[in-house]
């Protein structure tokens, strides 16, 4: 097999050093970059998806100059707004369109068609995609980190080694992400990867590694140590000198630890509608990982008490908050009464250490719900304020069958050489990625552990409540069907190998244990090397199911060997279908503004701007995001029609209106991201991602929106009150990344 030129490879890295030298901005780099406007004609452009992301220019040979044609990447078909394998990488539908080839008979007599190839950039995967022609043609999934699209002239539809003549050639805009060799030249650092620490796993079954403390610190920022050290990824000397952020340290302290009772497991909660529930925020100590600590928690629970309610009923809960910090307990998905949904100085005030808060809690909806703090996140959240709510739908067969049920909660946790690393006192730290934690927990534990019959069906509900972090679940070894998300289920259930959850979000899904022995939990996701621009499958096992040699009884294998049609969704949504093709009627762009960076900070983002994956799944730029504060990053919900942003933006609604919502990540800014944007109070179908329609809905209330993608919503506006959207990693919105929008008269 020939090796091919690679066109246009060295682009992306000469237009990066340009821009490095003359320090253009982080939107003028993004645009440097950009190759051919692709797509441009009803392609992924048009429905909202940045260009340069999501589509590739097709470069013809010389002797075809007045041949045009793109590639748009859409999403391949999933539960999720995004598709990925389960090992991470990312699931593409390619959709090419060809204008102004000629009859292949005219490039050699042994001609007679035209065949789509994809490889990897070294050319050591190469594997047919199909039959090409002018117009429009949709090719089989693509699952490469990084690829080429070629077509080439061939004497058969039929062959499956390439062996004919190359016409069209482009590559994957994930290809951009070079080694950035040049950037330490620029900075006259040197050294290579000098700064980067290898020195392995931390405690437990994390990928990260502890790093020492750094001395000589002073002013506000004094006392912090280094973030713990992704284990294998290159870090600039440069960068690993940053200042720490200037605000103080902190982790909770007490006199006597030792007096802090030490944390408890999880307690069920069976409420019945008019019972009253006492839940305080209490100090708890933690054995973790070999280490002592405090934290917070529920009850003395990490996680809280889960909850567990009938549909249509109503509870109380009076909180009292005993600990350091002021506090509320946000109903997480709940459409509540207004003044019990938690959001200090929009629904209420906060709760003062040693005070008190009485809330009155209505379930209109099945599903599965969480409850949290709504002040300092960053801080009370990782500390583990945290629980779920159950809600049972009233008919009995809304799920199809299960042998057991299990509510699984996932976080990470940042743990450093002494216990956790400290978080910021006077303001959120990690202001530009979110806070990834280094390992990881489960119901509060470090290791999740169950034990199964063969053939048991089990119904898990899973919730993940980390700051930033977006998990790709799997059970190798176990069959998985996806039956709801965060409002109940889906209009039909649907078999995946992964289930990816953003912060905030829930899902339901059943799996099946047909064969005895261990089954693990993997997170498994691909992170990236920005030095090197590479990608790096990371594998974190969560916890182990053992199945034990004995059939389960009753056996639910036809039930669950069909994909059943979930009639109590299609009707509720069904109400809405008439409004599906409307006009939008609100748009809210997704944005940030950087404020004056580090020197380093400011050329390494600009030389990353060159290509934004669509998750982040890994923090690897560890020291530059801790170091970002409200200071140094703002991110931003605009209204494109008024320019207002965060708390400025003033939206009205009816209780009863229908409302059409484009959510759209910009992708031109200095550090593009995915982002989990929570609606409160409402509920909300997700229509279309990158203009295609979503073909399986489910009501939702957390959405992850891609890095340059556009989302059509439809909100259903049914609960009276002045609600809040924002994003869901902490620190985003705790540095800014927040409005309310009034909904007026009665429910």
């Known amino acids: 097999m020939h090796r091919l030129p690679a066109a246009g490879s060295t682009a992306a890295p000469i237009a990066s050093a340009m821009a490095l030298v003359l320090g253009l901005t982080g939107a003028a780099l993004s645009a440097s970059l950009l190759p051919p406007a692709p797509c441009d004609d009803g392609g992924a452009a048009d429905a909202g998806a940045a260009a340069d992301l999501y589509c590739m220019v097709l470069v013809p040979t010389p002797d075809l100059r007045t041949v045009e044609a793109d590639v748009a990447l859409r999403w391949a078909p999933s539960p999720f707004v995004l598709a990925v394998t389960a090992d991470g990488r990312p699931r593409y539908t390619p959709v090419v369109r060809i204008d102004g080839l000629p009859d292949p008979a005219t490039l050699g007599a042994e001609y007679r068609t035209y065949v789509a ?3 990897s950039p070294t050319m050591s995967i190469m594997e047919r995609l199909g039959e090409v022609g002018n117009g429009e043609t949709t090719l089989p999934v693509v699952d490469l980190d990084k690829f080429m699209i070629l077509v080439s002239a061939e004497p058969s539809a039929d062959i499956t080694e390439r062996t004919g003549r190359l016409v069209l050639r482009g590559f994957s805009p994930s290809t951009r992400r070079e080694p950035g060799d040049v950037m330490e030249f620029a900075l006259g650092s040197g050294g290579g990867a000098a700064g980067a620490d290898t020195a392995g796993h931390a405690p437990g079954h994390g990928h990260g590694a502890p790093h020492g403390d750094r001395a000589g610190h002073s002013g506000a920022g004094a006392g912090w140590p280094l973030p713990p050290m992704p284990a294998g990824v290159a870090m600039l000397p440069a960068e690993m000198a940053l200042d720490p952020p200037p605000v103080s340290p902190y982790l909770p302290e007490g006199d006597d630890p030792s007096s802090i009772p030490l944390v408890q497991p999880r307690e069920l909660a069976r409420l019945r509608d008019g019972d009253t529930l006492a839940l305080e925020a209490r100090y708890v100590r933690q054995k973790r990982w070999g280490r002592e600590f405090i934290g917070y928690g529920f009850n003395g629970q990490v996680p809280g008490p889960l909850i567990h ?62 409850y949290h703090p709504h002040h300092r996140e960053d801080v009370l959240k990782e500390l583990g304020l945290y629980g779920n709510l159950l809600v049972e739908h009233p008919e ?22 002494e216990g956790p690393f400290p978080l910021g006192l006077e303001g959120a730290t990690h202001g530009w990625m979110g806070r990834f934690g280094n390992v990881f927990l489960v119901n509060g534990e470090p290791e999740y552990r169950l034990d199964v019959d063969r053939g048991e069906v089990v119904r898990f509900y899973f919730t993940n409540v980390s700051n930033t972090r977006t998990f790709n679940i799997s059970l190798p070894g176990a069959r998985l ?8 289920g889906f209009e039909r259930e649907a078999w995946v190998e992964s289930v990816v959850i953003a912060p905030a979000e829930r899902y339901v899904v059943h799996a099946r244990f047909d064969e005895p022995g261990a089954v693990r939990l993997l997170n498994r996701v691909r992170a990236v090397d920005h030095l090197f621009g590479t990608y790096l499958p990371q594998t974190d096992t969560l916890g182990t199911v053992t199945v034990r040699d004995r059939a389960t009884r009753p056996d639910h294998a036809g039930s669950f060997g069909e994909l059943r049609e979930n009639r109590y969704v299609r009707e509720d949504i069904g109400r809405l279908r008439h409004h599906f093709d409307r006009a939008v009627d609100r748009e809210l762009v997704l944005s ?73 990540n910009d992708r031109h800014v200095l550090h593009g991201m995915h982002h989990p944007m929570h609606i409160h109070g409402q509920r909300f179908l997700v229509l279309a991602v990158n203009g295609v329609p979503t ?53």
Not at 401 to 412: C, F
Not at 697 to 710: A, E, M, Q, R, Y
Not at 737 to 745: E, I, K, L, R, Y
């Open 481 to 488: 069907k996806v039956i709801g998300s965060d409002i109940g």
């Open 592 to 664: 940030m503004e950087p404020g004056e960076l580090p020197f380093v900070v400011d050329r390494l983002m600009r030389l990353d701007s060159a290509y934004f994956d669509p998750v982040e799944w890994s923090g690897t730029m560890p020291v530059m995001n801790w170091a970002g504060t409200a200071e140094q990053v703002r991110w931003i919900l605009r209204d494109p029609a008024t320019g207002r942003e965060n708390m400025d933006v003033d939206w009205r609604f009816r209780v009863g209106d229908v409302v059409k919502l484009r959510l759209r």
């Open 117 to 119: 190839w994809v490889a």
């Open 396 to 417: 009995p067969d809304y799920w199809s069958p299960a042998n057991r049920e299990e509510v699984v909660v996932l976080d990470d946790f940042l743990l450093g050489d």
């Open 309 to 370: 309610v009938e549909r249509d009923t109503e509870i109380v809960v009076r909180f009292t908050n005993s600990i350091d910090w002021p506090a509320t307990i946000h109903w997480h998905g709940i459409r509540v009464e207004n003044r019990f949904d938690g959001v200090p100085h929009v629904t209420q005030e906060l709760v003062a250490p040693g005070d008190s808060f009485t809330y009155r809690i209505r379930f209109p909806d099945e599903g599965i719900y969480w």
């Open 695 to 747: 073909q399986n809905l489910v009501w939702k209330d957390t959405i992850l929106l891609p890095t340059g993608s556009t989302a059509d919503l439809v909100l259903e506006v049914s609960n009276p009150g002045t609600w809040m959207i924002h994003c869901h990693i902490s620190e985003h919105l705790e540095t800014g990344m927040h409005m309310t929008f009034t909904a007026d008269g009665d429910a």
